[in-house]
DNA sequence: AGGCAGGTGGCCA
DNA sequence: TGGCCACCTGCC
């Protein structure tokens, strides 16, 4: 392997290790894994095959590459959000009235948003239904292994759609899709037809963006507002699932609301910057809940 | 050993 | 609208 050399991230992040690992493996992307050997993490997005540590003092995140060079580090920057004023979202969070959001807050601070290449993340969010992530995980590897560029030995990136459209359903069951095939296939073939579907979406405004994912098989308003928050930081996208259910219901007394509702009450109380919101909630909610 | 998991879509009232 | 169910697969 030929790694090119350490350097600090541009805005200098400096999390815990706790809001490390749930930004990296918290169920945001499916392709990190810390190396207990070498006391790192490794990861991929797009086509960069790269390695995160932590200064174990000031809890600095430097990174490296195979075979970076200085556009690899902008990707980098890009994708770690260097450039996205966190402080100002999470002052703009109502944390000031709301004790759990504030809890939540406390337990993991300078958690991000990874800003995901917009495709791959559509496709890891297909295959994340009734999985957890272990199970995605290995759903992406498959996919990555049998229909992606090889980026470095043996590392695969995760396949384009027009790569996945390659594919007929019965192979993409045997990547362990399951019942997922089948819409993966059929969305891989629409999105091939309309070259142009996913840069609108991107484009979009979040109402927008989102009724053109609804019409995607396999898409609902869960996996279309992760794709959304995680792949195009749309930070109104406030993704309800099992875990916000769980929260909403225990710390809130929403009992019994529909989906719908309470993703209107995320929007609603956290504002513009629900999704983040939801991060901290669905983070704190999964490791002390 | 059987139920259930970061859901969705179809069908029914 | 609201409730119920099938759907792959692997893990507890």
């Not at 979406?201 to 396999?218: F, H, I, S």
Request: hydrophobic share 40%; proline share 4%.
């Amino acid at each position: 392997m030929k790694w090119s050399t350490w350097k600090l991230l541009d805005d200098n992040w400096a999390p815990t290790p706790r809001s490390l690992q749930e930004t990296l493996d918290g169920g945001q992307a499916f392709r990190w894994k810390f190396l207990e050997d070498e006391n790192l993490w490794q990861g991929i997005f797009g086509s960069h095959l790269c390695q995160l540590k932590q200064d174990s003092v000031n809890n600095k995140v430097s990174i490296r590459g195979y075979q970076w060079k200085a556009k690899d580090y902008n990707a980098a920057n890009q994708y770690f959000g260097c450039k996205i004023p966190w402080t100002q979202i999470d002052d703009s969070l109502p944390w000031r009235s709301d004790a759990h959001l504030k809890a939540c807050m406390d337990s993991f601070p300078e958690l991000r948003i990874l800003r995901q290449p917009f495709a791959e993340t559509l496709l890891a969010f297909m295959c994340s239904a009734t999985k957890r992530i272990p199970q995605i995980k290995v759903m992406c590897q498959n996919l990555a292994t049998e229909l992606g560029n090889e980026i470095a030995p043996n590392t695969h990136a995760l396949p384009t759609w027009e790569q996945v459209a390659q594919a007929d359903e019965t192979s993409l069951r045997k990547l362990a899709l399951g019942f997922r095939a089948k819409n993966i296939k059929k969305t891989a073939d629409i999105i091939a037809a309309t070259p142009d579907l996913l840069q609108q979406v991107e484009d979009a405004p979040y109402d927008e963006a989102k009724e053109l994912l609804l019409q995607l098989p396999g898409v609902g308003e869960k996996i279309a507002d992760c794709a959304l928050l995680f792949g195009t930081t749309k930070q109104e996208a406030f993704p309800v699932d099992t875990w916000v259910i769980k929260v909403l219901s225990r710390r809130y007394g929403l009992d019994a609301w529909s989906n719908t509702q309470l993703s209107a009450f995320g929007r609603i109380h956290f504002g513009k910057n629900a999704g983040f919101a939801q991060q901290y909630l669905f983070s704190w909610e999964r490791a002390f809940g």
